[in-house]
């Protein structure tokens, strides 16, 4: 009678170290896109946090010119104008830092 793997012990331990050798490639492949995968949700959800983190910067940035423009239109000395308006100058060039950044990151 003819020997079948399952029959023959050497048989059987030849198979099963081909299934071992199949199964360790496998699991190497699984192990690389597994890490690609938590690689790349790594990277989407850093991009998401400075995303909303620049937004809110923007938001609390734009409060704050509200703010001072209210206060612009209120103020009649000179030197607290001209302070205002600088403040509001810096303000606009850090929105559109903001801006770019959250661009930057859609």
């Known amino acids: 009678r003819p020997s079948t793997p399952q ?3 050497r ?11 199949h199964s360790s490639q496998n699991s ?6 597994s890490q690609s995968h938590q690689s790349h949700a790594s990277v989407v959800s850093t991009a998401s946090s400075v995303k909303s983190v620049a937004d809110e910067a923007l938001h609390a940035i734009l409060e ?14 000179v030197e ?16 559109s830092s903001m801006k770019k950044l959250e661009s930057a990151y859609a």
């Open 7 to 9: 029959s023959d012990p």
């Open 11 to 21: 048989a059987r331990r030849a198979l099963h170290r081909s299934h071992s050798a």
């Open 28 to 33: 190497v492949g699984s192990d690389w896109d």
């Open 64 to 77: 704050q010119m509200e703010s001072a423009k209210a206060q612009l239109a209120q103020e009649t000395n």
């Open 80 to 95: 607290n104008q001209l302070r205002l308006a600088n403040l509001l100058e810096k303000l606009a060039s850090a929105a």
